[in-house]
């Protein structure tokens, strides 16, 4: 960690240390006048500000935020960076999106400047959003990878990304080989894996657009690089997963394309997982493979209700992340993205709990990406990437504040008209990394 600065945060302080759903009230830690110190791009004592403070060095720089709520920085597990001008693409659903869409906008990357430009876009929106790690795919140009990870290591935020492997069913100017790809993977790896904060994810994007020998490379980047991660799309789409049914006669289940490769397991992470048979359950359960839950995304390409009750079903458990997914998604906001995230439910008759809400966007998905021992919550020796919410940010959000009685009513205020305009400030390693005057 290498952040340079040593700064205070005094304000009222929510950390998550267990998952509300299976702990209760025991889960969080709230302090109404705390104050969290960050030294060197680590959270070096957290506690009550009349504690702490006389321990401060009088140099110590304190931003204080009396009204808002400080959390660590919100963790999204699944998003594209190169579709950042493509985000709000009228009309389509998957298939027809991604090539109406989606894959004329990544044939831009094959220009190096033009990925740098959309790179610090990009993560400029994440900080913007509170946003301080993230799960990205980038396209399959190796530069649009370097760009990225460049641009990241350079602001110190701990991302995980990867090079998208595509060799068949993609246009020309967006198609590798299989052994390209794993070559260009390995390359990357080497470079990047665990330099500063990054960590690499090899990137199938998804069982339509990859030979079985590109899935079995994929599987070998796994074997030879135990620690990367994995992502990619997982029966998201009805056509999506005819299309592959047809293309791997001899597999028993999409999910299961991907376990004969060996990319199932803890570190790999599927894209939307919303019509699920109960084999593919059991083979994502058994593997402790993470589900990225994606709702602004499913409902804007209209591919479906993300099943949470059935993802908790202690016969078949999945871990899950919730995620934007743009610029399928619609919103770079993890706080819209709740909003969206309860509204599927509503609709299965199922619900979200603002306490879970947050949880999940911070320690939660901190839990499902293996980083809860950096990230993802407000504790002594912990990373110090921290978001600063206000419940007051619009006149419609102040307006109903003033019936608000409890953090519950508070954090579901923010989770449901909450967006960008509701975050004060985010820190990145102990370092500003945005900041918004108050609403
Ligand atoms: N499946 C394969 N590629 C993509 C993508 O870019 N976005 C979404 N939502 N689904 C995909
Ligand atoms: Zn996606």
């Given at each position: 960690?290498?952040?340079?600065?040593?700064?205070a945060?005094r304000?009222r302080l929510?950390?998550?240390?267990d998952?509300?759903a299976?702990?209760?009230?025991e889960?969080?830690?709230?302090?109404?006048?705390g104050?969290?110190?960050m030294?060197?791009g680590r959270i070096?004592?957290?506690g009550?500000?009349?504690?702490?403070?006389?321990r401060?060095?009088?140099?110590?720089p304190?931003d204080?935020?009396?009204?808002?709520?400080?959390l660590?920085?919100?963790?999204?597990?699944?998003?594209?960076?190169?579709?950042?001008q493509?985000?709000a693409?009228?009309?389509?659903q998957?298939l027809?999106w991604?090539?109406?869409?989606?894959l004329?906008e990544e044939q831009?990357?094959a220009?190096?400047?033009?990925?740098?430009q959309?790179?610090?876009?990009?993560?400029?929106?994440?900080?913007?959003?509170?946003?301080?790690?993230?799960m990205?795919y980038?396209?399959v140009?190796?530069q649009s990878?370097?760009?990225?990870?460049?641009?990241?290591?350079?602001?110190?935020?701990?991302?995980?990304?990867g090079k998208?492997?595509?060799?068949?069913?993609a246009?020309?100017?967006?198609s590798?080989?299989?052994?390209?790809g794993?070559?260009?993977?390995?390359?990357?790896?080497?470079?990047?894996?665990?330099?500063?904060?990054?960590?690499y994810?090899?990137?199938?994007?998804?069982?339509v657009t990859?030979?079985?020998?590109?899935?079995?490379?994929?599987?070998?980047?796994?074997k030879?690089?135990?620690?990367?991660?994995?992502?990619?799309?997982?029966?998201?789409?009805?056509?999506?997963?005819?299309?592959?049914?047809?293309?791997?006669?001899?597999?028993?289940?999409?999910t299961?394309?991907?376990?004969?490769?060996?990319?199932?397991?803890p570190?790999?992470v599927?894209?939307h997982?919303?019509?699920l048979g109960?084999?593919?359950?059991?083979?994502?359960?058994d593997s402790?493979s993470v589900?990225?839950?994606?709702?602004t995304?499913?409902l804007?390409?209209?591919?479906?209700l993300?099943?949470?009750?059935?993802?908790k079903?202690?016969?078949?458990?999945?871990?899950?992340?919730?995620?934007?997914?743009?610029?399928?998604?619609?919103s770079?906001?993890?706080?819209?993205?709740l909003?969206?995230?309860?509204?599927?439910?509503?609709l299965?008759?199922q619900?979200?709990?603002?306490?879970?809400?947050?949880y999940?966007?911070?320690?939660?998905?901190?839990?499902?990406?293996?980083?809860?021992?950096?990230?993802?919550?407000l504790?002594?020796?912990g990373?110090?990437?921290?978001v600063?919410?206000?419940?007051k940010?619009?006149?419609?959000?102040?307006?109903?504040?003033?019936r608000v009685?409890t953090?519950?009513?508070e954090?579901?205020?923010?989770?449901t008209?909450?967006?960008d305009?509701a975050?004060?400030?985010?820190?990145?390693?102990?370092?500003?990394?945005h900041?918004?005057?108050?609403?």
């Amino acid at each position: 960690m290498t952040g340079s600065s040593t700064r205070a945060l005094r304000g009222r302080l929510l950390s998550f240390r267990d998952d509300p759903a299976v702990v209760g009230a025991e889960s969080y830690d709230f302090i109404e006048d705390g104050l969290v110190l960050m030294v060197e791009g680590r959270i070096a004592e957290v506690g009550a500000a009349e504690e702490v403070m006389p321990r401060l060095d009088a140099a110590t720089p304190i931003d204080h935020y009396p009204d808002a709520l400080i959390l660590p920085g919100f963790i999204d597990t699944h998003i594209h960076y190169p579709q950042t001008q493509v985000i709000a693409s009228y009309g389509a659903q998957l298939l027809d999106w991604l090539e109406r869409y989606a894959l004329v906008e990544e044939q831009r990357f094959a220009e190096p400047e033009h990925c740098a430009q959309v790179a610090a876009f990009f993560l400029d929106e994440l900080a913007r959003n509170g946003t301080t790690t993230a799960m990205v795919y980038c396209t399959v140009h190796p530069q649009s990878v370097e760009a990225f990870f460049t641009e990241a290591h350079r602001r110190n935020a701990r991302m995980l990304a990867g090079k998208v492997l595509m060799d068949r069913n993609a246009p020309p100017g967006l198609s590798d080989t299989a052994e390209q790809g794993y070559a260009d993977s390995k390359a990357l790896i080497e470079r990047w894996h665990g330099q500063g904060r990054q960590l690499y994810a090899v990137t199938p994007r998804f069982a339509v657009t990859s030979t079985e020998a590109q899935l079995e490379a994929a599987g070998t980047l796994l074997k030879e690089f135990p620690d990367c991660y994995l992502q990619t799309h997982l029966s998201e789409n009805h056509r999506e997963i005819e299309t592959v049914r047809a293309l791997f006669t001899w597999a028993e289940s999409y999910t299961g394309v991907y376990e004969r490769f060996g990319l199932l397991g803890p570190r790999s992470v599927f894209g939307h997982c919303i019509h699920l048979g109960e084999s593919e359950r059991r083979l994502l359960s058994d593997s402790r493979s993470v589900a990225a839950f994606c709702p602004t995304s499913n409902l804007f390409i209209g591919s479906g209700l993300f099943d949470l009750a059935r993802a908790k079903d202690p016969a078949a458990p999945l871990r899950v992340g919730l995620a934007t997914d743009v610029g399928g998604g619609t919103s770079y906001s993890m706080l819209s993205t709740l909003a969206e995230a309860y509204k599927v439910l509503q609709l299965q008759h199922q619900n979200l709990p603002a306490l879970q809400g947050f949880y999940r966007i911070t320690l939660g998905n901190a839990r499902a990406l293996g980083l809860e021992d950096k990230i993802g919550r407000l504790a002594k020796g912990g990373e110090a990437d921290i978001v600063v919410l206000d419940a007051k940010a619009t006149p419609a959000m102040a307006h109903r504040h003033a019936r608000v009685e409890t953090l519950e009513e508070e954090l579901f205020l923010l989770m449901t008209l909450g967006d960008d305009r509701a975050v004060r400030a985010t820190y990145i390693a102990g370092d500003p990394a945005h900041s918004r005057a108050a609403g």
